[in-house]
């Protein structure tokens, strides 16, 4: 299919621009043999993400649509009446370049970050991130996960039947892809907000400036993003901002070195 040769490409570029331009020297020369060491230091973080990451695809598959039908109500009609159409007004006066960078971070560079990250964590054995990131990750989807069960949020361009699909007019047929790891309805709190957030303050914490730029810079597109491409409603970007803040809190507090 024409969307995994287009995402295949897309990481595969990042990956090599990554090892080129986030790894110092030395790393080739000594570390690259102490790699099984790391990941056996960094297992029971690996497992936590694995675990939350497993959850959330059966949550998504198997739970989400039965507790939907339960519910019986889209509260994207509450947001919606709070917000007016402003984010519904973005898809109405999108700039094609604009809309093509956005989408390409979205649904390109976001999930890259996701895996290179703790990937990077692990081979340059930077422990205190991998372990923020993977119990950051934990945090978020525990206090997230009633929300998307009990609380259903169409988002914005499902909700409006006149809106058209960002990504489907840049990549045809990615949606098939795309919602077999979400629904339509698990908007509040924005998951793309609060793991950006989470991922760049994580690579943060490793002191390698380019990276963390790099993340930094993907954390802002990604934000601007889920409101440009009107996917998530204002209130879900906040509640997944709050969300992160309140899991790095947390996590400052009370994580030990």
């Known amino acids: 299919m024409m969307w995994m040769i287009i995402l295949g490409i897309i990481n595969l ?3 090599v621009l990554g090892l080129m331009f986030f790894f110092p020297k030395e790393f080739y020369k000594t570390k690259i043999k102490t790699i099984f060491l790391n990941i056996k230091g960094h ?12 959850f959330h695809l059966f949550e ?20 919606k009446t709070m917000e007016g159409d402003i984010v519904y007004w973005f898809s109405q006066n999108w700039t094609q370049a604009l809309v093509y960078f956005f989408v390409v971070m979205y649904i390109g560079v976001y999930p890259f970050t996701l895996w290179f990250a703790p990937l990077y964590f692990i081979l340059m054995d930077e422990k205190k991130s ?3 990131l993977a119990y950051g990750l934990l945090i978020i989807y525990i ?20 809106a058209e699909s960002a990504l489907e007019s840049v990549i045809p047929a990615v949606e098939n892809f795309f919602y077999s790891t979400t629904t339509h309805n698990n908007c509040l709190p924005s998951l793309h ?3 950006a957030i989470m991922v760049a303050w ?23 993003s889920v409101i440009y491409l009107s996917i998530h409603w204002i209130t879900d970007v906040i509640a997944g901002a709050i969300l992160a803040m309140g ?7 009370y994580m030990k070195e």
């Open 13 to 15: 570029l990042l990956l």
């Open 43 to 54: 297992l029971p973080y690996i497992l936590i993400i694995f675990g939350v990451v497993a």
């Open 60 to 79: 998504v598959n198997v739970i989400d649509a039965t507790v939907t039908e339960w519910v019986g109500y889209d509260y994207a009609n509450t947001i």
């Open 130 to 132: 991998m372990k923020s």
């Open 143 to 162: 206090i997230a996960l009633p929300f998307y069960l009990f609380v259903p949020i169409t988002n914005v361009y499902t909700h409006y039947p006149n």
């Open 193 to 195: 907000t609060a793991m």
């Open 202 to 224: 994580s690579v943060r914490l490793t002191g390698n400036k380019k990276f963390t730029y790099f993340a930094y810079f993907c954390m802002i597109s990604v934000i601007i």
């Open 247 to 253: 899991a790095i809190f947390i996590l400052n507090r």
